[in-house]
């Protein structure tokens, strides 16, 4: 019976002891975190048992060189429980870089390039990292930069009648578990360039937690007016955490040349207008067009006949939904095109056909 007392109580002081001892665990996304250098101290710890004083050695290796950084995070109070490291300790981190081409490339741009990455967290008691090593987690993650994040609609510079658009953008490639965008439109004053509306003026939008690359213009924001012109750009982040931004884009409301407003009769078939001999276009071509497959911008080029030389730039982008489509493509304001000169237009439709278009171009009355 004693003996058994004595195992029974050897036990739980062996418990106790267990108990005792302090546990530290990493929180770490190397697919988010491990992408800059100012990402990676964002790691959060976990401590089971009192607060203590530690300081923190995060060391990045890259499987094809070895050691790219070393960065060393001097003391601080880590409390019980999981938290950050403390952005003054951080600030005073002392960041060493290896000797090899992909340091390089982190010291000049404080990003990581593409490659094998092994992300490994020393956790010290006291001040030295000479002292007791409280605990040790490496993670390992492959990482791949992302894509441009480029905007869709409404185009750049573009002229549209919807007060109310859509907005549409690429998804961020590669994409992260559980990222989402936040979209901001400003309108542009007098004399101010895109970029700076978007940080001066008040966000007629500012819309965060957007799952999918798409946005239906709120129902609880005003219209936009026409005559104005808008600012957008969109952000996809993690948390707080920023990921990538796309650039900026601009665009104006104009109804005046909007196609609702001109009579059904303007906007012949493409298929007729491909039998004749020539076509006068008053400053914009109009035509109509079916297209049985999903909405998809116009594939379409211009060759000028009179001055084959000269090239044609500058054409607008023209969207197309599914079904019948009347066609507006306004030449009005593009200097390529000449008054009584003679033009062809290649149009390659969604179904695989192919229509050209002879016109001459007048200029509008």
């Not at 919807?162 to 549409?168: A, I, L, M």
């Not at 948390?239 to 104009?254: K, P």
């Not at 297209?291 to 009179?306: E, W």
């Not at 009584?340 to 007048?362: A, H, S």
Request: aromatic share 10%; glycine share 6%.
């Amino acid at each position: 019976m004693k003996n058994g007392i004595r195992l029974l109580m050897t036990a739980l002081f062996g418990m106790l002891c267990l108990q005792g001892k302090a546990q530290y665990t990493f929180a770490f996304m190397p697919e988010v975190q491990g992408r800059s250098i100012n990402n990676i101290s964002q790691v959060r710890i976990s401590n089971t048992g009192s607060a203590v004083t530690a300081n923190l050695r995060i060391v990045v290796s890259e499987a094809s060189v070895g050691t790219v950084v070393t960065i060393d995070i001097p003391q601080f109070q880590l409390l019980p429980g999981t938290s950050a490291v403390p952005p003054g300790a951080v600030y005073q981190a002392a960041v060493t870089f290896g000797n090899t081409k992909i340091s390089t490339v982190i010291r000049q741009s404080g990003y990581f390039p593409s490659g094998d990455y092994e992300y490994c967290f020393q956790l010290f008691e006291g001040v030295s990292h000479n002292s007791e090593l409280l605990a040790e987690q490496c993670f390992n993650y492959e990482l791949e930069p992302f894509s441009n994040m480029r905007l869709i609609q409404p185009y750049d510079e573009d002229k549209i009648c919807d007060k109310r658009p859509t907005f549409n953008w690429q998804p961020l490639i590669p994409a992260i578990n559980g990222a989402q965008y936040r979209l901001s439109l400003v309108e542009v004053k007098d004399r101010q360039q895109p970029i700076e509306a978007l940080r001066m003026n008040l966000a007629i939008v500012n819309q965060r937690d957007i799952p999918m690359p798409m946005l239906l213009y709120p129902s609880i924001a005003n219209e936009l007016v026409e005559g104005k012109q808008y600012a957008w750009q969109v952000t996809a982040y993690q948390n707080d955490l920023i990921l990538a931004q796309s650039e900026i884009w601009s665009f104006t409301v104009d109804c005046e040349k909007d196609s609702t407003k001109l009579p059904v009769e303007a906007f012949r078939s493409i298929e007729d207008l491909s039998r004749g001999n020539f076509y006068i276009a008053r400053g914009q071509l109009l035509f109509g067009v079916t297209n049985t497959y999903a909405a998809t911008d116009l594939n379409y080029s211009i060759r000028c006949l009179t001055k084959p030389d000269q090239a044609v730039k500058k054409l607008p982008a023209v969207q197309i939904v599914r079904g019948y489509n009347q066609v507006v493509i306004d030449l009005t304001d593009n200097n390529s095109f000449k008054d009584g000169y003679y033009y062809i237009m290649d149009v390659n439709l969604p179904d695989g056909t192919r229509k050209q278009l002879r016109f001459i171009y007048k200029t509008a009355e």
